[in-house]
């Protein structure tokens, strides 16, 4: 079965810097894609970054776009959030998501769709 860990979440200022980690473990195959969804409080879970684990293309919403990056360490089996720039509104809880699809839950704004979730962590920016 496919397992996801996060790890890295906290208490940030805004304009300050924090990085997460997803620990995976499971996969069959490498036709899979790992990123990073968040729900705030009071709203939807919205798509954040993904990373193929085959080609490591990456997929950024335009919200994150310029001030997260994510990437892949596939000797550790493990994807980082690096997050700069934190802003208040970037606080929610994040949760690592696996999928084949993922890029296109990501697009479409599908996170019911997707097939493996980790526990989550909380960030929270203060202003």
């Known amino acids: 079965d496919v397992q996801l860990v996060e790890s890295g979440g906290g208490l940030v200022q805004a304009g300050g810097s924090l990085t997460l980690s997803c620990s995976a473990s499971g996969f069959t195959s490498d036709d899979y894609a790992i990123g990073w969804f968040r729900q705030a409080p009071g709203k939807g879970r919205e798509g954040v970054a993904c990373?193929?684990?085959?080609?490591?293309?990456?997929y950024y919403a335009h919200s994150v776009r310029g001030r997260f990056t994510i990437s892949s360490d596939n000797a550790k089996n493990t994807v980082y959030l690096h997050m700069n720039s934190l802003k208040p509104d970037d606080t929610a809880v994040y949760y690592c998501?696996?999928?084949?699809?993922?890029?296109?839950?990501?697009?479409?704004?599908?996170?019911?769709?997707?097939?493996?979730w980790g526990q989550g962590t909380q960030v929270t920016v203060s202003s």
């Open positions: 990373i193929s684990r085959s080609d490591n293309s990456t």
């Open positions: 998501t696996a999928d084949p699809t993922l890029r296109l839950w990501l697009i479409w704004d599908k996170a019911d769709l997707v097939d493996h």
